[in-house]
């Protein structure tokens, strides 16, 4: 049985058994991308000023009467049965749903796509299905006809539940006529059934269709109304991350795929979960929502931004609606596209490249016996293999990264029957002829990138999507386009962070290797990581914030210096925290030392580590490039390794310096502002309490 469902699943979406609305057994379709063409429907509807009218049937399946056999979920079928047939009906019918460009309905076709026309009869999700019309007469005689069809074959409609909808002004209920259904009831004798109009609006799965600001409202409400574990003291940032990531942002996320929200609602979202987790920490001023959403590779805190996600779930949705292999969707994306009116070469391409240019000059070769290509990308050798069966792999290639390139090794590929593409394992120590070649060719690639004179490999447009998203300075999209998105809004904040006065956020200038995540993500206490989203923010209440914010009338610094205290002057000149400097510089002289004695670094090279290391938490010109330490806010200085030695240990050497000096560096703050807050309270300063 189960190979029986397997395989009549494939068969109807190979014969187009199922329609292209009808979301339940149609593979690569998911109840988003109904949603998504729903929201189409509705804005041809306003944009063209067409009435639009529609019933929304909940449907109850009465199969006891028939008790197929043969494969598990009849009623799918029976509902395309439906749906086909309603097609017919509304083939001839004048008022039918029929979607086209506003330029094809003026006569003045510009492009192929504006002479397409798309003919609307019904959508289906589970137990719901909408049947649409531009008349409410051919509504009301569709849906009869359409009762009339169902009730053979066991499927009747639960008129309570139901609803319709139209564009216009009309009464606020309509009656709608249907067979007669119970006990001793006669089938032909029509009964009517009143049901109430919903003018302007759609909804389905529990969802408005097209209505971000009503999904706003419900994720405000979550966020709003979601409540924190309490516990003897202040909650970690690092668990308040884990709650709003797996309770919040989860729950968020799932109700962005069916309906994204405007922009400026999504960062207000950031906003509110960022306020939410501050009235968590103790401290009395709010940090930056945007350093608090930041990646923690970009110096953020890591918490996952609403705003990105739904900036990517909107894009995607959008490319996929215009890429789909069903006819319905593909064509409703690409009018409304009309009426509105990739990233290049990776590692993963260059692989795939590499496979392409050894299959065509396979080709030049006189021999008559089998050519045999070595390669270490597993996924080609795994996609060549599944290409020689009867499955079909467009589907699989469809949304894959570096898809046109794929397309293009598998038309090479089925040109040379003598072709034998071999996996081997790379980077392998083995004295083989296979690790041998690998490892040469592993050398080969990292050299070409500093030959000026490779050419570069040409970009496969003529395999791509017909619809592929480009950046004037990524070129190509074919990778994830929801986190293409995600890179591309993370580095417009940083860059902008980064630029703000006090340059708090510079790591341009700085060491460019991401910091450890540890202390961030999964340390216990985290004080030193709340300690960073606050310095980070410019939000510590030191006596400059404070006088700032009028709490105060002098911002000299309170532990007895004639200095302003800032946070340079704090963490960094305060003589109240020389010993606590000291003893971390002696700490970070230790792990550098043992550090670089694994490694074969030249002496010069670790002379001036050390004395990068000894600099750390005291402003030196010669060391930091803005002329004074920031490491109170997890900044480290660039490393410099001028040794001949290769790039991947180069990077082994600033990996584990970055991460021992970045842990050093926040633990540091945390030590420091941690007895400042102490000191503070002692000299009956307020408080921070919680709000």
């Known amino acids: 049985m189960s190979w029986l469902n397997y395989s009549l699943i494939n068969y109807a979406a190979k014969k187009n058994i199922l329609p292209n609305t009808q979301v339940a057994g149609q593979p690569g379709v998911q109840t988003r991308d109904l949603m998504s063409f729903l929201a189409g429907i509705k804005t041809w509807s306003l944009r063209n000023k067409k009435p639009v009218y529609a019933v929304k049937r909940d449907q109850m399946k009465g199969f006891d009467y028939l008790s197929p056999d043969g494969f598990y979920d009849a009623s799918t079928f029976t509902t395309s049965m439906g749906h086909y047939y309603l097609h017919d009906l509304l083939s001839d019918d004048p008022n039918a749903l029929k979607i086209s460009s506003t330029t094809h309905q003026q006569g003045d076709p510009h492009t192929p796509e504006d002479s397409k026309t798309l003919l609307v009869s019904m959508v289906g ?35 309570s539940k139901s609803k319709a909808y139209k564009s216009t002004n009309l009464p606020t209920t309509i009656e709608f006529e249907s067979v007669s259904t119970g006990p001793n009831a006669n089938p032909m004798t029509v009964k009517k059934h009143e049901v109430s109009l919903v003018r302007d609006e759609l909804d389905f799965l529990k969802t408005k269709v ?105 894009l995607n949705g959008i490319n996929r609606d215009l890429n789909r292999h069903l ?9 409304t596209l009309n009426d509105w009116i990739g990233t290049n070469i990776s590692i993963l391409q260059g692989e795939v490249m590499g496979l392409i240019a050894s299959s065509i000059l396979s080709g030049c070769s006189s021999g008559d016996g089998d050519t045999i290509i070595l390669t270490d990308h597993l ?36 040109a040379r029957s003598n072709l034998d ?70 580095r417009r904040t940083s860059n902008k962070l980064g630029a703000m006065k ?23 206490s985290a004080y030193s990581a709340t300690v960073q989203l606050y310095a980070r923010s410019g939000q510590l209440p030191i006596a400059e914030t404070l006088r700032q914010r009028g709490k105060i009338t002098k911002d000299t610094c309170r532990l007895g210096c004639t200095e302003t205290e800032t946070m340079p002057h704090l963490f960094v000149e305060c003589r109240q925290y020389e010993a606590l400097r000291a003893e971390g510089t002696r700490m970070v002289l230790e ?78 703050a945390g030590r420091i502002f941690a007895d400042y807050q102490r000191k503070m309270a002692k000299l009956h300063c307020p408080r921070p309490c919680k709000t």
């Open 421 to 490: 593409i071999k996996y081997t394992p790379g980077h392998s120590s083995e004295d083989t002829i296979e690790a041998r070649m690998n490892n040469e060719a592993d050398s080969l690639a990292t050299t070409s990138n500093r030959d000026i004179w490779t050419i570069s490999a040409p970009i496969p447009t003529f395999e791509m999507n017909p619809y592929t998203l480009y950046h004037q300075k990524d070129g190509w999209i074919e990778s994830d386009i929801a986190h293409y998105i995600d890179l591309r809004m993370t």
């Open 379 to 414: 996924n080609s050798v795994r996609l060549l293999a599944d290409s020689k069966t009867a499955v079909s792999q467009e589907a699989r290639l469809r949304h894959s990264n570096g898809r046109s390139y794929y397309r293009w090794l598998l038309k090479t590929t089925r």
């Open 502 to 524: 006090g340059l708090r956020m510079a790591t341009w200038a700085h060491n460019s290797i991401a910091p450890p995540e540890f202390p961030y993500t999964k340390a216990v």
């Open 210 to 314: 097209d209505d971000p600001a009503s999904r706003f409202e419900e994720l405000k409400e979550i966020i709003e109304t979601f409540q924190f574990p309490t516990i003897i003291g202040w909650l970690p940032i690092t668990l308040a991350r884990k709650i709003v990531a797996q309770n919040i942002v989860s729950r968020c996320r799932a109700l962005l795929y069916l309906q994204p929200i405007r922009k400026t609602d999504a960062e207000s979202l950031d906003k509110l979960i960022i306020r939410r987790v501050h009235q968590l920490t103790g401290f009395p001023f709010s940090p930056n929502t945007e350093i608090a959403t930041l990646p923690i590779s970009a110096l953020g805190l890591g918490f996952p931004s609403i705003s990105r996600i739904n900036a990517g779930i909107a």
């Open 327 to 335: 006819y319905a969707y593909r064509t409703l994306a690409e009018i």
């Open 125 to 159: 999700a589970t137990d719901d299905s909408y049947i649409f019309s531009t008349s409410q007469k051919s509504l009301l005689t569709n849906t009869l006809q359409m009762e009339c069809f169902q009730y053979a074959y066991g499927w009747l409609m639960q008129w």
């Open 591 to 668: 792990k550098t030392k043992a550090i670089i004695r694994e490694y074969p670094v030249e002496d010069l090279d670790k002379e001036n580590l050390m004395k990068t290391a000894e600099c750390l938490f005291r402003h030196k010109p010669q060391i930091w490039p803005l002329g004074s330490s920031m490491f109170y806010l997890g900044q480290n200085p660039p490393i410099k390794i001028a040794t001949k030695i290769s790039e991947v240990t180069k990077q082994k050497i600033k990996s584990a310096l970055t991460t021992e000096w970045h842990l050093a560096s926040i633990r540091l």
